[in-house]
T-cell receptor, first 114, second 114 residues
Framework: ETGVTQSPTHLIKTRGQQVTLRCSSQ?????VSWYQQALGQGPQFIFQ???????GRGNFPPRFSGLQFPNYSSELNVNALELDDSALYLC?????????????FGPGTRLTVL | DQQVKQNSPSLSVQEGRISILNCDYT??????FLWYKKYPAEGPTFLIS?????DKNEDGRFTVFLNKSAKHLSLHIVPSQPGDSAVYFC?????????????FGTGTLLAVQP
């Protein structure tokens, strides 16, 4: 069974640019969530996708957007990058959309905005 | 508003002794709690969870205790091993508005001394 994978591992962008991060969910999982982890903080919920539909959103501006594909893989897009977007971006998948379903995390993508 | 709090940024324990990591929460709607372990440059790894209908869950060296009246949970690691040295995050989940999102604490850095 393959776990959650993310690409790329590291990324360096400049202010104003756009970035796309990718995530493959664990086999059989239909729910994908994205989190941002700033230095010294816990992960913060960005949004969640369930069966290709956005299923909830945290306190992030519209320039953070995403997609989920029929195979349940997902993308996170960030437009007009700001310095404060520098963080570790984590993708997590779960088997179903239930609060008692454990979310399993990928290794993350480290984004640096200069 | 920090709904999940880990008030101890760090903890140092001798190998073989017990490690106790604490977490407090404010939202009584949380119905599922998880502990994740995180090494630098890696994603969080799921350790153990507990449903709000239980007060204890055990898995090998790891035990999680939940005190709902005090809105407090703790993770006990016995015996502690040097490989347990990592950042530990407490997370809570509530199924509200059809979104299953995790709310994390800020983490506790555990150092197990040989």
């Amino acid at each position: 069974e393959t776990g959650v994978t993310q690409s790329p591992t590291h990324l360096i962008k400049t202010r104003g640019q756009q970035v796309t991060l990718r995530c493959s969910s664990q086999s059989g999982h239909n729910t994908v969530s994205w989190y941002q982890q700033a230095l010294g903080q816990g992960p913060q919920f960005i949004f969640q996708y369930y069966r290709e539909e956005e299923n909830g959103r945290g306190n992030f501006p519209p320039r953070f957007s995403g997609l989920q594909f029929p195979n349940y893989s997902s993308e996170l897009n960030v437009n007009a990058l700001e310095l404060d977007d520098s963080a570790l971006y984590l993708c997590a998948s779960s088997l179903r959309l239930a609060s008692t379903d454990t979310q399993y995390f990928g290794p993350g993508t480290r984004l640096t905005v200069l | 508003d920090q709904q999940v709090k880990q008030n101890s940024p760090s903890l140092s324990v001798q190998e073989g002794r017990i490690s106790i990591l604490n977490c407090d929460y404010t939202n009584s709607m949380f119905d599922y709690f998880l502990w994740y372990k995180k090494y630098p440059a890696e994603g969080p790894t799921f350790l153990i969870s507990i449903s709000s209908i239980k007060d204890k869950n055990e898995d090998g060296r790891f035990t999680v205790f939940l005190n709902k009246s005090a809105k407090h949970l703790s993770l006990h690691i016995v015996p502690s091993q040097p490989g347990d040295s990592a950042v530990y995050f407490c997370a809570a989940s509530a199924y509200g508005g059809a979104t299953n999102k995790l709310i994390f604490g800020t983490g506790t850095l555990l150092a197990v001394q040989p």
